[in-house]
């Protein structure tokens, strides 16, 4: 759903157009670490009990595939603990 007014969208897109490119990757870092952020507050909210490594894995698995949270748990229960 858009509610942005069409002209409104216009001078935004034009805004991007004009910045410069270490402007546009900034933009693009930021707007992806508040998507990670708020999909992390999503899956913790759901799952209240899962320790972070688990919250980490469940969204892992959600974002990348079953498969490659599988690996991911593997390694990490084959890794040495402490140091």
Known sequence: M???HPQIDR???QMLRDAGLARRAHLANRLSREAR???MQAVTREHPSLSPIEL???LL???HGRDLADRVR???NKAP???
Do not use: K, P
């Open 81 to 83: 603990r402490g140091r």
């Open 56 to 58: 980490r894995l469940l």
């Open 74 to 76: 593997r390694f990490l």
């Open 2 to 4: 858009d509610d942005t």
């Open 11 to 13: 001078v935004r897109i």
């Open 37 to 39: 952020w708020r999909a």
């Open 61 to 63: 698995e959600l974002n």
